[in-house]
């Protein structure tokens, strides 16, 4: 999992929030020379992109090429797997792609299956458990709910459901979008 620095956390979860996964603006105390740090880094990483702006659409601007274009940053799928969101609708092959799946693995691919997670049950009381109550509920929790009830941070959130509940206990965390109501996460009940 790629080690995030607080900055980059809070420009990616910002870019999660809006629907076209611009990073910009960027945090108001990230200026000058540490902004093009942080946002090479992230470049290097493959956690945002440059696309060219949509001027027309308002987008913000990082920085403008040589021929008078804006180009904006986006959020990547990396990115936001980064933090813990999978991307709503995964990008499908582009057509005409060649790449039809063989019977035989790649020969740096290993055959034997992954040793399954270890399942751990969390003692009563604590938030973890708190936490798989409310995801065990008929509706659900959405992030918001979970920041409420556990006065946690929406990145802390995000990082339990993807961590310690989906790699460390093994559960299946799905999601759905929900009117009126936002993205819902929620797990099977027992």
Do not use: C, F
Not at 148 to 155: G, K, Q, V
């Amino acid at each position: 999992m790629t080690q995030l620095s607080n900055t980059q956390t809070l420009i990616l979860e910002a870019a999660a929030e809006r629907e076209t996964r611009i990073a910009l603006p960027l945090p108001e105390t990230l200026r000058g020379g540490a902004a093009a740090k942080v946002v090479a880094a992230m470049l290097a990483k493959g956690l945002i992109e440059e696309v060219d702006a949509e001027l027309r659409e308002g987008d913000p601007v990082w920085r403008e090429t040589g021929d008078g274009h804006g180009v904006t940053l986006v959020a990547t799928d990396a990115g936001l797997a980064a933090i813990g969101i999978e991307p709503e609708d995964a990008n499908p092959a582009p057509a005409g792609a060649t790449d039809a799946p063989t019977e035989e693995p790649a020969p740096d691919t290993p055959t034997e299956p992954k040793a399954a997670p270890k399942t751990h049950t969390p003692r009563e009381g604590t938030k973890q458990a708190t936490l798989i109550a409310m995801l065990r509920a008929p509706d659900g929790a959405t992030i918001e709910e979970i920041v409420a009830a556990l006065d946690w941070r929406p990145h802390t959130v995000r990082g339990a459901l993807a961590g310690a509940l989906k790699k460390k206990l093994g559960l299946e965390v799905t999601s759905e979008k929900v009117e009126n109501r936002g993205r819902v996460y929620s797990l099977p009940r027992d």
